[in-house]
């Protein structure tokens, strides 16, 4: 709900009311993407992928977590493996500091090379994909300051079938303006109310597999 100047309205260009709209709708989009990911299932939250119970899990080889490397993404693949769900629209979500870290990780050349070459050389888009083996998208709505142990600024990996995530949504999107609610009327204002119904459910949780302990600095 947004509250805005007539004056406003009238002065502004481009529309400030076509303005609020596209971002009351950007603000409901990550919402839905925070809580298809990380919703608790309770306080009218849907339930998202890392609170639903049988997803695989995977952890990083250290009790305070760590450095996350390739062979705990191969980990995760095969945990779908296992579970016969390594099919359908399989792909990675991430925080972007953890493709920065896997960027630049490097690997010694020799016994006293101190410097190391990049894991994944040439740097680019096409090559990432390629040692990824699989599509990944970047969120913010991952956090970066999780914890374990002694282990501080610690961050999720997703991987999955999102085929296997289903999003119910009750009707379109509702927008509605008014003019006289409440003190409106009396300060000029026009109110802007968007309304989403919506719920979220894993159809198949071992179609997915979480690490909550990489790290993601």
């Known amino acids: 709900l947004v509250k805005l100047s007539n004056t406003l309205i009238k002065l502004s260009n481009p529309s400030a009311e076509a303005l609020v709209r596209r971002d009351i709708t950007s603000a409901i989009a990550l919402q839905v993407d925070l809580k298809a990911l990380r919703g608790t299932g309770t306080a009218n939250q849907p339930r998202g992928i890392a609170s639903t119970a049988s997803i695989n899990t995977v952890t990083v080889a250290d009790p305070d977590g760590g450095t996350l ?5 191969i980990d995760m693949e095969y945990k779908l493996a296992e579970d016969n769900a390594l099919k359908g629209k399989l792909g990675y979500v991430i925080h972007p500091s953890l493709r920065r870290k896997l960027l630049k990780q490097k690997i010694a050349q020799f016994s006293t090379d101190t410097g190391g070459s990049y894991v994944v050389s040439p740097i680019t888009e096409t090559v990432f994909q390629t040692w990824l083996g699989y599509p990944y998208k970047m969120t913010t709505q991952i956090p970066i300051t999780l914890t374990k142990g002694n ?3 610690l961050t ?18 509702e927008i509605a303006l008014a003019t006289e609610t409440s003190d409106a009327f009396e300060k000029d204002q026009t109110w802007v109310r968007i309304l989403q119904e919506l719920d979220i459910a894993v159809r198949h949780p071992a179609s ?5 302990d990489a790290a993601s600095a």
């Open 69 to 73: 490397d390739w062979d705990d993404l």
């Open 151 to 153: 282990g501080t600024a």
């Open 156 to 173: 999720e990996v997703y991987f999955g079938n999102w085929e296997e995530l289903i999003i119910g949504q009750w009707g379109g999107m």
């Open 208 to 212: 997915f597999c979480l690490i909550n």
